[in-house]
Structure formats: structure tokens, C-alpha cells
């Protein structure tokens, strides 16, 4: 079955600094790589996804970008705000059943 | 438009002891699924439903098992309390087939303690 590796488990950064978060996948056959945020105590929630056909998308402040090739795919999130301190999930899909392999999640905390 | 609502949110229970959790998806959903999330696991994947019939299913013990109903509403079951399945339980909802785009819409989740 499909693995995903996610990593830093936790990142600590000063607002205003970038943050990035990187998963590896192992099915080939992946094609659907959303990210999720969790504030603490809420519910995760979908703030980006890409699909394999794409090679990089953006959304204001994030991006996805992600290397069919190497099989990885990362977060990168520029001029951090305390409020994007929340646990931040990748995961891995095909498409069709959509069933999602989730990595271990990282852990952003953005300090003022 | 209301979210995914799970109940109870928080619920306490001794080992040996079995529970029921429910989950009611967004109107027009038709796909639930379920998610065991533990400190350091992240979130694993238990069962899926579709239209009343487990349609995937993850690698979780026999005592872990769900139904849903005609009005898409999922319930999950697990006997034989265990002190590992302390847990948020999580349930999401999707889009229908032909226009499902892969997001999942999570309910707030289910807080299991086993004593």
C-alpha cells in the first residue's frame, strides 16, 4: 500500500520567515496530494492541493509544489503569520475512491 | 449549510467496554469516512461508505466496524475496549461521485478515553 513520509514533525519559525514541509510518497500511482491544516482543537481542513498533472500551484501566501519523478511533493508557506501556527497534513490519493494516505504531520509554530 | 457533525464529542469508557459514534455528513454527501488520529500516528484511515456499503476499508482490528444508513448518517463501533484506542475518532464527508474532488470535509471529531 501507498507510504508517506512527512517531514520536520516540528518547525519553529519567527513572523515574517518562509516554512517548509516536504512528504515522500511510494505508489507511482498516486495522482492527488492535498495538504490540511489543524488549528488546535478544530477540525483539519483542505488549504491546497495538486494533482500530478500540475507541477506547482499557488494560493496567496502558499504553494505546492510537487516532483512526480522523485515522488515528493512539499508545502512552502512565505511571510508566516502567528495564525498559521496550526499541525499541517499531507496525504496521498488516487483518484477515483480519493481514499488518502496521511503523512505523520508537522507541527508550525510561528512565533511573533 | 451545515458541516459534518459527529456526537458525542467527548466520551469516557473502561477497557472490555464497547462504543457508538455517528457521524452526519453534509447534506448531499453521500461518502463517509472515518479516521482513527492519535499523538504521533497522524491520521489513519478506518473505513469508508457509499451509498450503505463499506466501500474500503483500512488496517484496523475486527472490533473496529461501521454502518451507514439510508439518510447517508455512518455510525462506527468498537468492542472490546482497548487502552490503545484512546483516540480522536474523525469522520469526513465528500462530494458525490462524478463531481467529487477529493476533499475531505471533517467533522470536529470524537474525543475516546479508555480507562
Known amino acids: 500500500g501507498e507510504n508517506v513520509e512527512q517531514h520536520p514533525s516540528t518547525l519553529s519559525v519567527q513572523e515574517g520567515d518562509s516554512a517548509v514541509i516536504k512528504c515522500t510518497y511510494s505508489d507511482s500511482a498516486s495522482n492527488y496530494f492535498p495538504w490540511y491544516k489543524q488549528e488546535l482543537g478544530k477540525r483539519p481542513q483542505l488549504i491546497i492541493d495538486i494533482r500530478s498533472n500540475v507541477g506547482e500551484k499557488k494560493d496567496q501566501r502558499i504553494a505546492v509544489t510537487l516532483n512526480k519523478t522523485a515522488k515528493h511533493f512539499s508545502l512552502h508557506i512565505t511571510e508566516t503569520q502567528p495564525e498559521d501556527s496550526a499541525v499541517y497534513f499531507c496525504a496521498a490519493s488516487k483518484g477515483g475512491s480519493y481514499i488518502p494516505t496521511f503523512g505523520r504531520g508537522t507541527s508550525l509554530i510561528v512565533h511573533p | 449549510k451545515a458541516g459534518v457533525t459527529q456526537t458525542p464529542r467527548y466520551l469516557i469508557k473502561t477497557r472490555g467496554q464497547q462504543v457508538t459514534l455517528s457521524c452526519s455528513p453534509i447534506s448531499g454527501h453521500r461518502s463517509v469516512s472515518w479516521y482513527q488520529q492519535t499523538p504521533g500516528q497522524g491520521l489513519q484511515f478506518l473505513f469508508e461508505?457509499?451509498?450503505?456499503?463499506?466501500?474500503n476499508k483500512g488496517n484496523f482490528p475486527g472490533r473496529f466496524s461501521g454502518r451507514q444508513f439510508s439518510n447517508s448518517r455512518s455510525e462506527m463501533n468498537v468492542s472490546t475496549l482497548e487502552l490503545g484506542d484512546s483516540a480522536l475518532y474523525l469522520c469526513?464527508?465528500?462530494?458525490?461521485?462524478?463531481?467529487?474532488?477529493?476533499?475531505?470535509?471533517f467533522g470536529e471529531g470524537s474525543r475516546l478515553t479508555v480507562l
Open positions: 469526513a464527508s465528500s462530494l458525490p461521485g462524478p463531481i467529487n474532488t477529493g476533499e475531505l470535509f
Open positions: 461508505y457509499f451509498s450503505e456499503t463499506q466501500r
